[in-house]
């Protein structure tokens, strides 16, 4: 069982350059998420998605798209890479159910480096 | 809204001394409380949950029980080790079910 799976690990990219983060989860959970953590803080939510077709935005949404065609897949698009997008990203999925979640799984990480 | 509130950092302990890292939350309804761990250069794992009042989770000599009547849920640990070192964040899962909150983290070191 692979769980939550990244690419790429690692990648550096030149201010307006775009690039897609790729997840994908084989554990049929139907919420995934992508987060980004900067130097010594803590995690920010980036966009969600609570099914195929579905994403909403979380708290630092700006200079990033998402979509979600498939339960297994759930992309993160940067389209113009600005410095302040140098981050690690994480994407992670949980099983949603009425009344709260189930434990939430994370993806080894990106390292994204914007000069 | 939502929110968990957590100790700051970086804490250092030596091998075998007790943990005590303090997380409070504000929720409404009935959240589930959790304990992430990070080690360096790695992802999130998930250390302990607890999903009501009172409930305790543990796991690798690590416990925090869920108070509901102090909005807490502190780590400890009788006794660290050096491998014990990483970066824990507790966590809440509301009761709409959409979203996690996250605190900021809290770095341990642990020197022998």
């Known amino acids: 069982n692979a769980g939550v799976t990244q690419t790429p690990k690692f990648r550096i990219l030149k201010i307006g350059q775009s690039m897609t983060l790729q997840c994908t989860q084989d554990?049929?959970?139907?919420?995934m998420y992508w987060y980004r953590q900067d130097p010594g803080m803590g995690l920010k939510l980036i966009y969600y998605?609570?099914?195929?077709?579905?994403?909403d935005k979380g708290e630092v949404p700006n200079g990033y798209n998402v979509s979600r065609s498939t339960t297994e897949d759930f992309p993160l698009r940067l389209e113009l890479a600005a410095p302040s997008q140098t981050s690690v990203y994480f994407c992670?999925?949980?099983?949603?159910?009425?009344?709260?979640?189930?434990?939430?799984?994370f993806g080894p990480g990106t390292r994204l480096l914007v000069l | 809204g939502d929110s968990v509130t957590q100790m700051e950092g970086p804490v250092t302990l030596s091998e075998e001394a007790f943990l005590t890292i303090n997380c409070t939350y504000t929720?409404?309804?009935?959240?589930?409380l959790f304990w992430y761990v990070q080690y360096p250069g790695e992802g999130l794992q998930l250390l302990l949950k607890?999903?009501?009042?009172?409930d305790k989770g543990s796991n690798k000599g690590f416990e925090a029980t869920y108070r509901k009547e102090t909005t807490s849920f502190h780590l400890e640990k009788g006794s660290v080790q050096v491998s014990d070192s990483a970066v824990y964040f507790c966590?809440?899962?509301?009761?709409?079910?959409?979203?996690?909150?996250f605190g900021t983290g809290t770095s341990l070191t642990v020197i022998p």
């Open positions: 966590a809440l899962s509301g009761w709409t079910g959409n979203q996690f909150y």
């Open positions: 554990m049929n959970h139907n919420y």
């Open positions: 929720a409404t309804g009935y959240p589930s």
């Open positions: 992670a999925s949980s099983y949603a159910r009425t009344g709260g979640q189930e434990t939430q799984y």
């Open positions: 998605s609570v099914g195929a077709g579905i994403t």
């Open positions: 607890a999903t009501k009042a009172d």
